[in-house]
């Protein structure tokens, strides 16, 4: 989704499993689609569904205490094959953050090339986010991104966080690599024209 990203302020659902991959995220057999239209539904669609379609009772997203545009996810998000169909299930879903204290390379260019914020931390940050997120469900969690940082609402806790400056610039101003080049039209044919 194309929305300009600047400071966001939500609460949370947690998923505190570690190694979490992208066909646990978006099963393989969804992936024969072409465009991103529909691909929150299936969401850790094995995870989430049975065999008959009908909602597991205890996996997170169908547990309506916990709701909010930030998915806090265990060690080694997204690991696995490359696909980028991962991302395109977890922006569809409404996610704009992903937290985690280790993100897939691949995954996490993914999920930044779809407007997902992936915000990695440390390890003691997130144990305490997931024993916040446990005791309080409406906790607000703030994610900054012109300060590069995230605060546990529970704790007051203030992460920072890396972010490539280029892809900042992008999820700020809601431009993909394509509208970035045609954003510069005008600056990359004087260049072209000097040559």
């Known amino acids: 989704m194309k929305t300009p990203f600047n400071i966001i302020e939500s609460t949370c659902v947690p998923l505190p499993l570690e190694n979490v991959d992208t066909d646990q995220i978006i099963p393989a057999r ?27 009772a205890d996996f997170v997203l169908n547990n ?4 909010g545009q930030i998915l806090v996810a265990g060690k080694n998000f997204g690991c696995g094959s490359s696909r ?8 569809g879903y409404g996610f704009r953050v992903v937290i985690s204290s280790f993100f897939a390379d691949i995954h996490k260019n993914n999920e930044l090339n779809n407007f997902v914020l992936p915000v990695q931390v440390s390890e003691s940050f997130l ?14 969690v703030t994610v900054d991104l012109p300060h590069h940082t995230v605060k546990n609402g529970a704790t007051g806790e203030v992460e920072h966080f890396e972010i490539n400056g280029y892809k900042k610039y992008c999820l700020e ?6 509208d970035y080049l045609l954003k510069n039209k005008a600056k990359i044919e004087a260049y072209e024209s000097k040559s």
């Open 30 to 56: 969804f992936l024969k689609a072409t465009t991103k239209e529909g691909f929150g539904d299936n969401l850790f669609r094995d995870w989430r569904y049975n065999a008959d379609g009908s909602p597991k």
């Open 64 to 67: 309506p205490r916990y709701k």
């Open 84 to 91: 980028e169909h991962a991302a395109w299930a977890i922006a």
């Open 127 to 140: 144990q305490n986010l997931f024993a916040s997120i446990e005791q309080d469900p409406e906790v607000v």
């Open 173 to 178: 101003n809601a431009l993909d690599d394509i």
